[in-house]
């Protein structure tokens, strides 16, 4: 009875313990990254010690038990490692910093907001609206790309028209349209370029700069302005044609 007072007290002074060191790293303006991963650490770091005191109550010797976790197997040791794996993880995430909290990120094949960075997981928001949990330890080892970290990115685009085509005229009606585009960013400057010459069209670079949040919004916009453009000037996009030959006799 005296243990399960103890835990239920336990887990209430933690919560307290935690709305303390919350508040004071509030009132210090720690980085909300740092204020996240400090207090799931300490969460964790309580309840643990909670556990082997509420286990010593129970008449089970702190010392019997560390043996008795230490002869559970390879499976719990390699579960344990896994485990430690991923806290170290989360410990290089919060030194070296390479995102932080609201940053849209590419890592482990998935793209998405960072919502927390937990001591052995970093939850992202995916543009689908999914919440995937990201193993840190497997984070901290591979790829990461910030997308945010630079404020803003490049829409690249690539437009081919028909080799009748006036290039000049081609690159004024592409560049003009993508300038008039409201959330097109004035710098770095919007630019349009030949790209390449193609088997049936000529093929130019479209490249405009937007913030994160506008990218998707801008990509539209370029693609449908500069087609409508197009049309009003008599400039052919050249698509696919397929010539029937009949042979009589």
């Known amino acids: 009875m005296a243990a399960i007072l103890l835990l239920i007290f336990g887990f209430a002074f933690i ?8 508040r004071i790293m509030k009132a210090r303006n720690v980085e909300l990254t740092l204020q996240k991963f400090a207090m799931n650490l ?6 643990i010690l909670l556990f082997i005191i509420v286990i010593s109550k129970l008449g089970v010797e702190t010392t019997s038990f560390a043996a008795l976790i230490a002869a559970a197997g390879l499976g719990v040791g390699f579960a344990m490692q896994g485990a430690l794996g991923n806290l170290t993880g989360g410990m290089l995430i919060m030194i070296f910093r390479p ?3 609201g940053d849209f990120i590419d890592a ?17 928001k995916t543009l689908e609206n999914k919440t ?3 193993p840190n330890g497997a984070l901290s080892n591979g790829n990461i790309i ?8 490049r829409v690249s685009l690539f437009i081919g028209v028909d080799y009748s085509s006036d290039i000049k005229q081609t690159k004024k009606v592409l560049l003009d349209t993508i300038t008039a585009i409201p959330k097109v960013l004035k710098d770095p400057e919007p630019s349009v370029n030949v790209y390449e010459l193609a088997d049936s069209s000529i093929n130019f670079s479209v490249f405009t700069w937007a913030t994160i949040e506008d990218y998707w919004i801008v990509r539209a916009a370029v693609l449908q302005n500069c087609k409508e453009a197009l049309d009003t000037a008599g400039i052919e996009i050249p698509f696919p044609h397929q010539v029937e030959i009949h042979k009589e006799g």
């Open 132 to 134: 995937v949990y990201l």
């Open 146 to 153: 910030n997308i945010s970290q630079k404020g803003f990115l």
């Open 15 to 22: 919560r307290v313990i935690r709305r303390i060191i919350l």
């Open 99 to 101: 995102f932080n909290i």
């Open 108 to 124: 482990q094949s998935e793209k998405g907001y960072v919502e927390e960075i937990q001591i052995f997981n970093t939850i992202i």
């Open 42 to 47: 300490i969460g964790w770091s309580l309840r």
